[in-house]
């Protein structure tokens, strides 16, 4: 019994129940028929493999939709494709004009972010609700420009700032049929997430360095050389090691803090990652597409939505399936095409 009368709060969690044979088949399809077609095909597959994904990843027992069609993805691909080839055969005629589409594309960056965002939430549905992306491009401009400079002027200091506000742009603009969600987000996790990390790198270069230092001694006490093979390999493999582990670190930290700023009506994100089991699964997820030569692609893919799912859920005292809907789409793909194909940020 409970004190004081309160009643204790509802857990629904995410899930993952997707099969690695069953998507390398869809997979390895759509990579075929799109070097077959030259790339026209590979709207297609990005439909079907974003559907069974979507499928898959359930809450409180049902999947999501993903509602996009092939031929709005096509055609913001092939504005995207027009963007890029004018990028490239700028450089070849005439060199300066490659600064001139890097500005263009930094002039477009609030436009990819919401178009992007807009269609990816309006095609986004859970039980018949769509979600949707009511964000402005004016205050795109404000915190993708404006506040990504002031970070590049401090030198990196306001960058965990910045981060913290495109998240929050995101998620605060996001809604679940005519519920807005809310972001509460603070600066304070993010400042000291990054802090750690640079302390990672810092103490890694310091552990290279002396050892480095200790193995030339070494060398020159006892009259041998050391192996110029393992003394420029080791240094390498223990930096790649560190990026691997300070990735995952952030990678751990900043999902939950964003996360667990999500709130939905009286729901609210709860997120577990951690950075010891990421270490694990990226490693193992390089060495496995290495050894395989692309082919564990499918695998990898599982197992990350199998992890990422499994340790997602909301708390709250209401039901997910209380919240009332809103129908409509969004056609307009080229944002989130041209987002993709420029490698422009807008994730969480």
């Known amino acids: 019994m409970n004190d004081g009368g309160v009643a204790p709060l509802a857990t629904y969690r995410f899930d993952f129940t997707g099969r690695t044979g069953e998507y390398f088949r869809i997979w390895v399809v759509s990579l075929f028929l799109s070097v077959v077609t030259l790339g026209i095909y590979s709207a297609w597959g990005k439909v079907r493999k974003k559907r069974y994904l979507y499928s898959h990843s ?22 995207a494709l027009v963007l890029l080839g004018g990028f490239a055969l700028s ?25 992007a965002s807009r269609f990816n939430a309006r095609n986004s549905a859970w039980r018949n609700i769509s979600f949707g992306f009511n ?8 915190v993708f420009l404006a506040i990504g400079a002031l970070a590049v002027v401090t030198l990196g200091l306001a960058y965990p700032y910045a981060r913290m506000r495109r998240a929050k742009f995101i998620i605060e603009h996001h809604r679940f049929g005519d519920t807005q969600i809310r972001a509460d987000l603070s600066t304070g996790g993010f400042i000291l997430a990054y802090l750690f ?45 560190a990026y691997i582990a300070v990735f995952a670190f952030l990678r751990a930290q ?36 290495l050894v395989t030569l692309g082919l564990a692609t499918a695998w990898v893919t599982i197992r990350m939505a199998r992890y990422r799912a499994r340790n997602l859920y909301l708390i709250g005292e209401a039901t997910p399936g209380t919240f009332l809907g809103r129908p409509g789409s969004d056609n307009s ?14 994730s969480l």
């Open 58 to 79: 359930e809450l409180d027992g049902t999947g999501f939709e993903f509602r996009a069609t092939p031929l709005a993805i096509l055609r913001g691909r092939v504005i």
């Open 91 to 115: 450089s070849h005629v005439l060199p300066i004009m490659q600064l001139v589409f890097v500005i263009i594309l930094l002039a477009l960056t609030p436009w990819i972010v919401v178009a």
């Open 135 to 142: 964000g402005g491009i004016g205050e795109a401009a404000m």
């Open 197 to 241: 990390a640079v302390l990672m790198i810092i103490g890694t270069l310091l552990l290279v360095v002396f050892a480095t230092v200790v193995v030339i001694s070494a060398s020159g006490a006892t009259g041998r050389r050391a192996p110029a093979g393992i003394g420029a390999l080791a240094p390498v493999a223990v930096m790649y090691v």
């Open 254 to 289: 900043l999902g939950n803090l964003t996360l667990n700023g999500v709130v939905v009506g009286p729901l609210r994100c709860r997120s577990t990652l951690r950075a010891r089991d990421l270490v694990w699964l990226y490693f193992s997820n390089i060495v496995a597409i």
């Open 333 to 346: 793909a080229t944002g989130s095409e041209v987002s993709d194909l420029f490698d422009v940020d807008v």
